[in-house]
């Protein structure tokens, strides 16, 4: 299932680096980091027109947790 490599891609990546930043995965393959979302999306359905893109945005796990704590 297409999700599912999605998922694995996004999984798989160096987090502690795109920390504050989006990433957008299309088809299990990475199409682009960075913080200007509309820039990214573009790109993806410009190479990618007939799949849907998995956005995340990468947070920082310090802060995530420290909210929770409260």
């Known amino acids: ?3 599912d ?3 694995q891609c996004y999984l798989s990546l160096d987090q502690r680096r795109l920390v504050g ?3 957008v995965i ?3 393959q990475l199409v682009g980091t960075g913080k200007d979302l ?3 999306v573009r790109r993806a359905r410009r190479l990618h027109p007939r799949e849907t893109p ?3 945005r990468i947070r920082d796990p ?3 947790y420290a909210y ?3």
């Open 1 to 3: 299932m297409r999700h």
């Open 21 to 23: 930043k989006y990433v």
């Open 26 to 28: 299309v088809a299990g």
């Open 38 to 40: 509309c820039r990214l």
């Open 54 to 56: 998995f956005v995340a």
């Open 5 to 7: 490599r999605n998922w």
């Open 68 to 70: 929770r704590a409260r």
């Open 62 to 64: 310090r802060k995530l």
